[in-house]
């Protein structure tokens, strides 16, 4: 038995949807390709990125890095805070130095403090997935470390979502 209550639209109307929505789904894959995926700061995102490295975060290309000493990162934050924060700030930098501790007591992070003058650290934060990089250092140990520097963070320089580069 045949039921003629649940018939089907199959005439000109109905393919004439199906094809419009075809043309618009063809015209967004065709926008996106050409245009690119970008952040809100306009720079390239990859999408394989999960936030664990900061250098495609910010548009940087790979390679360009600053690549400062501990030592002078945090003389220039004291010297003159805001020239530093203009240089520094939301960029990725590989900062070099000695490893004075490891601070592993944050649920969600790792910090690496490297020495400088005085009681001052550059505080380095790994993302916990990450951490097995930073809980390998021992104290002394010389290491460059690339994050994104946030500035001064209750008084101490701060880069996160770090990684070891050597």
Known sequence: MTD???AHQHGPASKRVRV???????????????????NKNNAPVDPAN???????????PPGK??????????AEFDENRAAAEAKYK?????????????????????TVELEVEGDDTVDCDFLRKNAQQAVTL???????????CVGLVDGTVTLERCNIVK
């Open 90 to 110: 939301n960029k990725v930098i590989e900062v070099s130095g000695k490893v004075k501790q490891i601070i592993d007591t944050d649920p969600t992070e790792v």
């Open 50 to 60: 999960d936030g664990s490295n900061p250098a495609s975060n910010v548009g940087e």
């Open 4 to 6: 003629h209550n649940h």
């Open 138 to 148: 021992v104290k002394g140990q010389a290491v460059v470390i690339r994050g994104k």
């Open 20 to 38: 419009r929505g075809i043309a618009i789904a063809a015209g967004v894959c065709i926008a996106f390709v050409t245009t690119g995926c970008k």
């Open 65 to 74: 890095f600053i690549r400062v000493t501990a030592e002078d990162l945090d």
